[in-house]
């Protein structure tokens, strides 16, 4: 049972990137999944959240209008599609599972997740 985070990398600023996280040995079906970024010396914060049996989101005021979440049940994946990418966006970014009865809302404010994947890394820079 593993969460495997990947798409990370360096990237101008303005530029884009696409995040995923692959879920194997459960099914995201019936689990909200967040995206979460940390830089060194701050505290992980939220940045994104998807229902995975309605789609429904949530997102950090700060990335509205420029980061997209989905997923994809038949690949047993969600998606951070990161556009106009700020240096404040710079972080190692976490997903995360959380088992969840139907979709509670709003998900930003689910605080237990069972599963988190490995960090994939941010870099924006010019």
């Known amino acids: 049972v593993q969460l495997q985070a990947s798409g990370g990398g360096l990237v101008q600023p303005g530029g884009s990137l696409r995040l995923s996280c692959v879920a194997s040995?459960?099914?995201?079906?019936?689990?909200?999944v967040g995206w979460f970024r940390q830089v060194p010396g701050k505290e992980r914060e939220g940045v994104s959240w998807?229902?995975?049996?309605?789609?429904?989101?949530d997102y950090l005021d700060s990335v509205k209008g420029r980061f997209a979440i989905s997923g994809d049940n038949a690949k047993n994946t969600v998606y951070l599609q990161m556009n106009s990418l700020k240096s404040e966006d710079a972080a190692v970014y976490y997903c995360?599972?959380?088992?969840?009865?139907?979709?509670?809302?709003?998900?930003?404010?689910?605080?237990?997740?069972?599963?988190w994947g490995q960090g994939t890394q941010v870099t924006v820079s010019s």
């Open positions: 995360a599972a959380a088992a969840v009865a139907g979709c509670p809302g709003p998900l930003k404010t689910i605080i237990v997740y069972d599963y």
């Open positions: 998807i229902c995975m049996s309605d789609g429904s989101s």
């Open positions: 040995g459960f099914s995201l079906g019936a689990y909200a």
